[in-house]
């Protein structure tokens, strides 16, 4: 089959075997994801790491209690070990002066170094009934069954109940668990409760994803969610979706190239979600921040371009004269380029036009320089009156300050400082009735 017909037949869930792939990992990424935010906000994100690493012990020790390969038992076994795993760090960090991430650490290494051990053992053993189990490491999703999909589905049904219900008092645990305490609320138990879905999470991965890949799906949908908002409750529902659509996308790459386990696949996947969210997320993302600096750069060399085609016309009040590019930079250090790009975009904006080679504010022009000026020396005025800077101090911060503040402050520096006529130079501050059209 060529690439469309593939991509057809996956689509279409045709094939039961990629009905049982495609919902598990969804409901797999739907779970962890949701989770994610919770342990992501505490700074737990590698509590999963370490509960992930912790069921590992659990699966070969529960094989040699039953004898043979009996998924139930497995999962059990590895449930057991993850919240032991759990307890082992909250004590570590309780009775001794090790930290919280070096309590994860430790505990993350020497369980999983046990599980290694104990695999090991099984494999060399001699036995036949435990072909796969090295499987738990990256996972196989191939081998996700329809009561597989059932449990995972009735799993993540209890834990996003337990969610929606309990979101407001999961909200104060990560935010702030000491007003929580002080409120009556109870924060251990509040605890138990994240950590066993979190334990209930890590299990039912490990079919799809395994205990090593399994970290990452409890760390990454809530990373990249961060990036796009500052609502938890958004946040969640991002984490999640970002969490299915992982588990659909690495289902599909996996489904197109047989060869490539669908475990690392989903993890990959999110990995690239976390990386496009942290380059293009509006606000937060390195692309969006870089866009929004080099905006705010542009926007201040067009007001310090209004600022001096006012001044200069300022004493005669003679704002139609042209200046060439050569007269403007005498009198501000402009770059050529941006010069001209700053004069074009005046010209779009209708603050400037072109006349005989050079360049002069229109009427609205007129009115958005002064108002720029007058920014500048009020705020002068107030360095010098209200905080009794000297007068030879205040024409930097001015500078800085002419580009932030809104016309609401502009408002209360008036009424502060009384509707002052000059600055602390003796030059006007100018006043001009009118808005200016942007």
């Given at each position: 089959m060529d690439f469309w017909d593939l991509t057809i037949r996956f689509f279409s869930l045709s094939d039961a075997n990629v009905q049982n792939v495609v919902a598990g990992s969804i409901l797999l990424g739907c779970v962890a994801g949701c989770l994610s935010t919770f342990a992501y906000l505490q700074k737990k994100s590698l509590l999963g790491d370490a509960l992930a690493h912790s069921a590992l012990p659990g699966v070969g020790i529960a094989f040699l209690v039953v004898g043979y390969k009996h998924l139930p038992s497995l999962l059990i076994g590895a449930a057991i070990t993850a919240w032991l795993g759990a307890l082992a760090v909250n004590l570590v960090v309780r009775k001794t002066k090790i930290k919280l991430d070096s309590a994860l650490g430790i505990v993350l290494s020497v369980l999983f170094g046990l599980g290694i051990v104990i695999l090991t053992h099984i494999q060399k053993s001699g036995a036949g009934s435990q072909s796969g189990l090295d499987k738990f490491l990256f996972g196989q999703a191939a081998a996700i069954s329809g009561d597989d999909v059932k449990l995972l589905f009735w799993v993540t049904v209890v834990m996003l109940t337990v969610v929606v219900i309990g979101f407001s008092r999961f909200k104060l645990l990560s935010f702030d668990p000491g007003f929580a305490r002080a409120i009556g609320v109870n924060v251990s138990w509040l605890q138990f409760v994240l950590t066993t879905m979190l334990v209930l999470a890590v299990v039912v991965g490990l079919q799809a994803v395994g205990v090593v890949?399994?970290?990452?799906?409890?760390?990454?949908?809530?990373?990249?969610?961060?990036?796009?908002?500052?609502?938890?409750?958004?946040?969640?529902?991002?984490?999640?979706?970002?969490?299915?659509?992982?588990?659909?996308?690495?289902?599909?790459?996996?489904?197109?190239?047989?060869?490539?386990p669908t475990g690392p696949w989903i993890v990959i996947v999110i990995s690239v979600i976390f990386g496009l969210s942290l380059l293009f997320a509006p606000g937060r993302g390195v692309v969006s921040r870089w866009l929004s600096h080099v905006d705010q750069r542009n926007k201040i060399t067009r007001e310090h371009v209004l600022k001096v085609l006012y001044n200069s016309g300022a004493n005669d009040k003679r704002w139609a004269d042209?200046?060439?590019?050569?007269?403007?930079?005498?009198?501000?250090?402009?770059?050529r380029r941006e010069l001209k790009s700053a004069l074009s975009a005046l010209r779009r904006q209708g603050f400037v036009m072109s006349a005989d080679g050079g360049f002069h504010l229109t009427d609205n022009g007129v009115i958005e320089g002064a108002r720029i000026v007058r920014l500048h020396r009020l705020w002068e005025v107030y360095l010098t009156q209200v905080v009794n800077l000297p007068p030879d101090h205040v024409h930097r911060d001015a500078h800085d300050m002419e580009h932030v503040l809104t016309p609401e402050l502009e408002d209360k520096l008036e009424k502060l400082l009384g509707r002052p006529q000059f600055d602390p130079h003796n030059q006007e501050i100018p006043y001009i009735q009118g808005e200016a059209t942007k």
């Open positions: 890949l399994m970290a990452a799906m409890l760390m990454t949908p809530a990373a990249a969610a961060r990036q796009w908002t500052d609502r938890l409750g958004l946040m969640t529902v991002l984490a999640a979706a970002f969490g299915m659509l992982a588990g659909l996308m690495g289902a599909y790459v996996s489904f197109l190239a047989p060869k490539l042209p200046l060439g590019l050569d007269q403007i930079t005498t009198m501000w250090s402009f770059a």
